[in-house]
């Protein structure tokens, strides 16, 4: 089994910043593709980037390409995302994923092990 726990949501005005953190627990952290995916009322959970074990491919969803980072600290059991340049837009729950998959795949009910999630709300 592994545990995620995110933090770092929250409200944020148009073109600001925010960084999630999802820590990880029970299993060998540095084993497992990490993603974030989110989730707006009403709308599907969909991918937002994720990462290979060994940080070697990472995606991106063509809507948060060039504003969104992921990284990884696996000495720390962490995976991040840096947000930046927020577009206002509905609130959604970010959620972290984990699965020991070798290969990156986008879609939600591939993804093993999820955290609760964290609100952000980007206001206009």
């Known amino acids: 089994q592994v545990q995620l726990v995110e933090s770092g949501g929250g409200l944020v005005q148009a073109g600001g910043s925010l960084r999630l953190s999802c820590a990880a627990s029970g299993r060998t952290f540095s084993n497992y593709a990490m993603g974030w995916f989110r989730q707006a009322s009403g709308k599907e959970r969909e991918c937002v980037a994720a990462i290979r074990w060994s940080g070697g491919y990472i995606y991106y969803a063509e809507f948060v390409k060039g504003r969104f980072t992921i990284s990884r600290d696996n000495a720390k059991n962490t995976v991040y995302l840096q947000m930046n340049s927020l577009t206002p837009e509905a609130p959604a729950v970010y959620y972290c994923?984990?699965?020991?998959?070798?290969?990156?795949?986008?879609?939600?009910?591939?993804?093993?092990?999820w955290g609760q999630g964290t609100q952000v709300t980007v206001s206009s």
């Open positions: 994923a984990a699965d020991s998959t070798r290969v990156i795949v986008t879609t939600p009910n591939k993804w093993n092990y």
